[in-house]
Structure formats: C-alpha cells, structure tokens
C-alpha cells in the first residue's frame, strides 16, 4: 500500500453482542446477567478488515447504523472527514446532546462516543496497510508493556435464580481481601481499585484498611460515583490520609468535587464530572479534579485521547484510564492507546477479569505482572474469531436485553432501592 491510492471503505458491519457478566454492585445498582457491546467491522477496497468496538445501546446501535451508511467511500485515512461525517449524521439524527449511554456517563458529547469505535477500526486499517501497529501511528510506545489495576466490586455470589459463581459474594472487607488477593495471584496487578458507593461509608474505609494491610506496597483507589454528600467525601478523604494514591467521584459536579478537593489530602480523579472537551475548562478553573480518566470510547478514540492527555499535561493533571464491561478489541484499543500516552502515569481500570467469553481469538493478549505486553503484529493486533462472534451475537438476541439498566435490575429485587447521588 504504498503508492499513495485512496484505501475506500466499502462496507461497515455493526454486531450487538452480550457476554455473561457477574452480579457486580455498584452505586446504581446491580449488573445484569449480560453485558452488551457493539463490534465494529470496516471493510476496504484493498481487502483490509479493522475493528472497533463500544457501547450497543439501542439509540447507540441507531446512530452507528446511519454512519456506517454514511462513511462507505471515505478513504482509510480521513479521519478528520470521518469526524465530520459523524457530527453531519448526529446532527441529522437526533440533534445531539447526552443520552446516558454509558450506564452512568450522560453528559459527554454524543459525536465523540459515535465516532469512537470508526476511529479505532480505521487506525486497524491503517497499521494493516502500512505493516505497523497502531501505537506506531499515535506516536510510538514509550512503554513495552501497560499496567492495569485490579478492579474490585462487592457482588452478589449470583445474579438471583442461578448457581454461585466462581468468585462468590464479595460484601465485607475479608471477601474485598480474598477477592483482591485472587485477582492479583491469577494477573500480577501491581495497583487495586474498589468500586464503592455500595456499602456504608464507613464499611468501606474498613475495605480500604484492610486492602492496605494486606497489600502495604500497592497503590489503593476507591470509587462511589458520587454518592456521597461533599461532607461525607471530605470526612473519608481525611479518614484515608496516605492511604489513597487517589480518591474516584466521591460527590457530584465540579462544584462538590472543588469543594471536596480543598479539604482532602490526596488528588481527586474523576470519569463523570469531566467526560467531555468542554467540561476541562470549568474543572481547571475550579482546581476540581487532579486526575482525569480517559477512555477513548467516548473521548472521540485514539487520537482525540491524546489530544486529551496533551490538555491534561498543559495544565498540570494527572492522566489514568476508565473501564466499563468490554471485550478484546477494547483492550487492544487501551493499550495502545496507553502505550503512547507518556503521561498516563496511572495504572488502567479493566473490567477484563470478570468476563468468560470473548469475540477475539485467544492469545493476542496477555497479562505479565499485571500489564499487558504492546501488541507488536500490524493494526490493533488482534483477530476476530467469527465462530465466538456468532455466538454472542445469538446470545444478544436472545437474552432480551437491549439497553444497561443496573437500576431497574436491582429494584426487581429490592423495589425500595434509590440511586441518588449525593444519597450518603
Ligand atoms: O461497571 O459498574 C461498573 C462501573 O461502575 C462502571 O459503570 C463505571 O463507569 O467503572 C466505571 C467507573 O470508574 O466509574
Ligand atoms: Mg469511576
């Protein structure tokens, strides 16, 4: 491919998949049985394949539709056309605005979580094309390997109906402590995170100690998506002192956030009052957030993540990642991503420990001492088995899920339960 000839899209497949997903808590309920994901398939004129992979919601699924029609005959390498392409669809669609796709994320740009996985799926493209991977056309890894931080959750042994599974109830300290123990033995995670905003305030101050004693080397996070009031966040901040490497969305809005920031000793990092290009203003104004969490599923994707980190760097914040529940090409994704990211100094969030089946074929990715080795093979590096992703997609269609729902989920067992923020 090295004549300079356009590379056109000929076709665009769009897959809704659901995985099996444990019964994990979070401060707006429970998982469901499946997770849903879309893969992103783009075809070429040259006979070159590149994947993505986001969110399939339903209205998400509608507005990745009317792209993929739109984006046949663009060449491989206009990404900044693709950008635009995208803004003309959305604004034709549905005018634009959040729609709280990601399960708790409503407010970041609607253009920029649709263009994501086109992006990602072009920039495969183009490492195939060229014979390099994708690291490559974002800079260059300057790291072999990225980290990424074993992500606990208090969980329930079993979504309600069927047999425990093999991680088991996890709602006090020992289970956190075993539950940690277990992931960091099976994948070397050298940082832990605890999903929070679940159990009393206090109970999980006890989960962090306890994680503390029986890991005094590793960096701790804890995050209760904003479920505590500013005086809560502040008085766990302090109660947390030295113990915290960061402290996740303890209160909602850069308001609180600034507010709990002034009293608390450690940084505060944020993926839900900073999820947009024109919410870092307001927050570096605010001094709210020290920590921002990229995620290039609705950053825009790769390239417009580091325009990110370039912002975050310009003005003195700390770079990490986010996770939700995702697949292979995701992670592929990450870690480029992260691998040429110079100031994305934190280790990554990844669901991956807690997902059974994948649309990838096996062995592209692995974990050494907690970090996953740069895929070196061009493109994203990964392939996608067409068996696995059959049976997904069957899977999705009949599970009858079509959009997440943690809320409505739990209140089916606990018809009382409330998902306010700022609730303790
Ligand atoms: O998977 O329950 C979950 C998480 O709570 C996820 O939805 C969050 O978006 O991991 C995320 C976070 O860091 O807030
Ligand atoms: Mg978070």
Known sequence: ??????????????????????ALLNSVGVHEPFALRSIVQIHTDAGLTGLGETYADELHLERLAAVGHEIVGLDAFATEELHQRVQRVIDRVDGSGGSGLTGMITTSSTVDRVVSPFEVALLDIQGKAIGRPVSDLLGGAVRSAVPFSAYL??????????????????????????QARRMVDDYGFTAIKLKGGVRPPEEEIEAIRALRRAFPDHPLRLDPNAVWTTETSVQVGRALEGVLEYLEDPTPGIDGM?????????????NMCVVAFDELAPAVAADAVQVVLSDHHYWGGLRRSKLLSGICATFGMGLSMHSNSHLGISLAAMTHLAAATPNLTYACDTHWPWKTEDVIVDGALTFVDGAVPVPGAPGLGVELDPDALA??????????????????????????FQADLARW
């Open 258 to 270: 600034a507010a709990v920031a002034r009293e608390v000793p450690m940084p505060l990092a944020t």
């Open 1 to 22: 491919m090295s004549d300079g000839a356009p590379l056109r899209i000929t076709d665009v497949t769009i897959t809704p998949v659901a995985f099996r997903d444990p």
């Open 153 to 178: 959750f208090y969980k329930w042994a079993a979504h309600p109906g069927q047999e425990p599974d093999e991680w088991g109830q996890a709602l006090d300290p020992d289970a956190i402590v075993a």
């Open 391 to 416: 049976r997904l997609h069957e899977q999705y269609v009949r599970c009858g899920l079509r959009n997440r729902d943690d809320t409505g989920y739990m209140r089916r067992f606990d018809p009382s």
